[in-house]
């Protein structure tokens, strides 16, 4: 998508309607959302300086191409720069020149526009030196105010080091850190900013600094960005080590590796490694993990751990660090894994509450009170007349079924909700039904014949218990005489039947499980502010409540395949379909005998998925198995930092690929006060850049951190 296509996509999301009918405007506000989406180090406020840039008429709002030209400057090469000498020469390009009295006139109305009394003196500015870059014609081109601008902080330092010292050439200690607070407030990180009020006890008991002092600081703090890039992308030393850690000597001894010097590495000296530490807090040789060092090193550490899911996670993002780089078998052996477990847990729930099962078959099966009074008395006799044993009749059937069941349902039900779910992850009501009713279909395939099955020998009992006394028994059957018995075509009686209970069943469940787990606990994948994982007590609960309205409201459907699977009697009257039998058992039982069972099918299914969702999560803890510790698993989960090792020559260097960047974002994410959450594909670029450049203009003048929405409309006003 290129760069203006992208750029009218966000500011469609984002626009409202002008004092012109036909006009759409970004209103300040927004603008700072979209480029500052973020909490960081930088004052959100201060953002408010970008949209005085690109309001280029000073109008008070931005127009559609007020927008499209900004966003086109900042993200072209060396955008941040070209930004602000636009800026800077009220010019729309860099081929003309920027005079000196025009830079300070503006660079003063921004100033004024933040205090009124603001009144400007070139020693005041801390710019001593800022008038000779202009020297001799009083004039400069762009790649001069490139140069101007990367220089600036440390001929400032230099130069208010001259302003402020005494007759001696020093400076108090006060003085130093002052000096060094205000040109480095916006470069580091705030554990360092909070330490370094404390860096002249480095030099002992001075009371006094010269300038070398005071440019061995500074210079040892701008290496940090090298330094910390050098940890960050250096894997732990073995698989078994969580982080690497770092002393003085180690540290000295891998920025000094001859690897690092043939790429013309910055030198690091000694001296300054121990005012590293020092800053760190640790005065000795004590080994520092580097995701501490990464913490004092990195001033956007914090935003990084907020910002980098939103990039490399989301399930859309083409960079996520979920991807590897090379064939692997340990997709599969986790899907195996999973896979068995899941049957096994899946045989431990069914098994606990089979007993429950028996007595729900029974119960259905009957007509009026035949045998059974009610379920209790059901389980009472089953007891008596078969004994423990009789209380799991058909078992067998029932774990034969339940992994293919759990397979068959499970990844049609997955299928079908990928095929419906949107761009955003989210997904349609109409959608999770269909998918659970198309799950419920195909599980009939294969669960009918063993459904069947498991019925006869659980009703088999039941020829112990005889209303007739001159009937003779049913002989007992096994499984394998029980499907000779039927056939193809009986292990199929009652499909129509089973496919009525199972297809509402499941497009109950499905949804009800998926919406108890995000409303009821928080569970949403797709949102970073959501949980990622429920914990074993909570899938337990989300599952059997589901599984309670879905038993309960299909329990006609069952009891009237019972009706039709199990093995008639020679009294008993015999039903020529689902539409018969239904009519049937309403004119001779009453509607009441739809719901025969209900109670027991509800304390049956319940449980079973609560027993089973149990069980996995209990089999998971015991039987870990653990992926392979791989330089990526290790490197994100310690420094916060996208896994770099992932990602291919195309990627790091193909600008396609890097303007493919997005943050995904909901609009209430990035606007606070709206409640609509549609989703943002923001570009990465956008932020950081704003960032960088924001971070110029404070090393122009740090005071233009105050900078608000206030300040810009006395800006404008002043036009």
Not at 696 to 710: E, R, V
Request: charged share 20%.
């Amino acid at each position: 998508m290129s760069t203006e296509i992208k750029a009218r996509e966000i500011f469609n999301q984002f626009a409202t309607a002008g004092t012109n009918a036909d006009e759409k405007i970004l209103t300040l506000p927004d603008f700072v959302n979209i480029l500052s989406p973020f909490q960081t180090d930088v004052p959100k406020q201060t953002f408010s300086l970008l949209y005085l840039v690109a309001d280029t008429e000073k109008k008070g709002y931005l127009t559609e191409n007020n927008w499209l030209d900004f966003i086109q400057t900042i993200t072209s090469t060396d955008g941040d720069f070209k930004i602000l000498y636009k800026f800077l020469s009220q010019s729309s390009d860099t081929k003309s020149k920027i005079t000196y009295n025009e830079c300070v006139d503006i660079l003063n109305k921004i100033n004024t526009s933040i205090d009124p009394k603001y009144q400007q003196k070139l020693m005041k500015m801390n710019w001593s030196y800022f008038p000779r870059f202009f020297e001799p014609s009083g004039s400069i081109e762009y790649n001069d105010f490139v140069t101007l601008i990367s220089f600036l902080p440390v001929t400032k330092l230099i130069g208010n080091f001259e302003v402020i010292a005494s007759k001696k050439k020093t400076i108090t200690g006060d003085q130093l850190i002052d000096l060094l607070t205000t040109t480095l407030n916006h470069k580091i990180s705030n554990k360092l900013k909070a330490n370094l009020s404390h860096v002249t006890e480095f030099f002992g008991n001075k009371k006094e600094f010269t300038l070398a002092n005071l440019l061995f600081i500074y210079d040892s703090i701008t290496k940090v960005d090298l330094i910390n890039e050098v940890i960050v992308n250096t894997p732990p030393t073995t698989q078994d080590k969580d982080d690497i850690h770092i002393n003085k000597k180690d540290l000295y001894a891998h920025l000094n590796d001859p690897l690092l010097k043939s790429s013309n590495f910055k030198p690091i000296s000694t001296r300054e490694i121990d005012l590293l530490f020092y800053l760190i807090n640790k005065e000795n040789d004590d080994n520092i993990s580097r995701k501490e060092m990464v913490s004092f090193l990195n001033p956007n550490v914090n935003n990084n751990l907020a910002s980098l899911p939103k990039i490399f996670e989301h399930p859309q993002s083409r960079h996520s660090i979920r991807e590897t780089d090379n064939f692997s078998l340990w997709p599969i052996y986790d899907s195996l894994y999973s896979f068995f477990l899941g049957s096994i847990a899946g045989c431990i729930g069914a098994t606990v509450v089979y007993p429950i099962d028996l007595v729900k078959t029974r119960m259905q099966a009957q007509k009026h009170k035949a045998l059974y009074d009610n379920s209790i008395d059901c389980f009472k006799k089953i007891i008596k007349n078969e004994g423990f044993r009789g209380l799991y009749s058909g078992l067998g059937a029932q774990l034969v079924g339940v992994a293919p069941e759990k397979a068959i349902k499970l990844t049609v039900n997955d299928l079908v909700r990928k095929i419906g779910t949107k761009e955003d992850g989210s997904i349609e009501m109409k959608w999770e039904i269909l998918a659970g009713m198309s799950a419920g279909a195909c599980q009939v395939i294969f669960t009918n014949p063993l459904e069947i099955v498991k019925i006869r020998l659980q009703m088999q009992g039941n020829t112990k218990i005889l209303t007739h006394p001159g009937e003779i028994p049913h002989k007992h059957l096994n499984a394998s005489q029980i499907v000779r018995q039927l056939g193809l075509k009986g292990l199929y009686k009652g499909a129509s039947a089973c496919l009525l209970r199972d297809v509402p069943f499941s497009a109950i469940y499905f949804p009800v499980y998926a919406n108890l787990k995000k409303h009821l606990f928080g569970f949403d994948p797709q949102d970073s502010t959501k949980k990622k994982k429920l914990s074993s007590w909570q899938l337990l609960i989300a599952g059997a409540m589901a599984g309670a309205p879905s038993a309960f409201f299909t329990t006609p459907a069952d009891v009237i395949k019972t009706r039709l699977q199990v093995a008639a009697k020679s009294t008993d009257v015999k039903y020529r379909g689902i539409l018969d039998c239904g009519a049937t058992i309403l004119k001779e039982e009453g509607f009441s005998a739809f719901f025969k069972g209900s109670l027991a099918r509800v304390f049956r299914s319940s449980p079973q998925f609560g027993f089973t969702l149990a069980s996995y999560e209990l089999l998971q803890s015991l039987f870990p198995l653990t992926p392979p510790v791989t330089r990526t698993s290790n490197f994100k989960a310690i420094s916060g930092y996208p896994g770099v090792y992932n990602l291919t020559n195309d990627q790091v260097y193909n600008s396609q690929e890097k303007n493919d960047r997005i943050i995904y974002m909901n609009k209430s994410e990035i606007c606070p006060n709206t409640q609509n959450d549609a989703l943002v594909k923001l570009p990465a670029e956008y932020v950081y850049k704003a960032r960088d450049t924001i971070k110029l203009l404070l090393d122009m003048d740090h005071k233009f951190g105050n900078f608000s929405y206030d300040s810009y409309l006395n800006y404008i006003q002043k036009k």
